[in-house]
C-alpha cells in the first residue's frame, strides 16, 4: 500500500471505504510458559521461524500482515483489494 501512495500520491483516498474483510490473530500457544526454559539464541530461532513461515503462508493466500506484536501476528485479508473469498483464504 505504501509503494502505491508514492506511486501516485495525488490519487490517494484518504476518506476511506467500509468493506468486509477477514482479521487473523495468531500466536505460539504456550511461548510465555516456554520462554524462560529456553536460552535467548534458541527462542529468538524460534520466533523468527514461526513469523517468517506464517508471513509466508498470509502472503500466499493472499494477506496483508498488519503488525507483529512479540510472538503475536495480525493480518487480514480483503483490505488490500476486494475479494468475496478473503474468510476462506
Aim: net charge negative; proline share 4%; hydrophobic share 40%.
Amino acid at each position: 500500500m505504501l509503494s502505491s501512495i508514492l506511486d501516485d500520491p495525488e490519487d490517494v483516498n484518504f476518506s476511506g471505504d467500509m468493506r468486509e474483510l477477514t482479521v487473523l490473530q495468531s500466536d505460539i500457544r504456550g511461548f510465555s510458559e516456554l520462554l524462560p526454559q529456553m536460552s535467548p539464541p534458541d527462542a529468538i530461532v524460534m520466533l523468527n521461524h514461526y513469523l517468517e513461515t506464517m508471513t509466508i503462508a498470509i502472503k500466499r493466500h493472499g494477506g496483508t500482515v498488519m503488525a507483529f506484536i512479540g510472538d503475536g501476528i495480525m493480518a487480514t485479508f480483503g483490505s488490500k483489494e476486494f475479494d468475496d473469498n478473503h474468510a476462506n483464504k
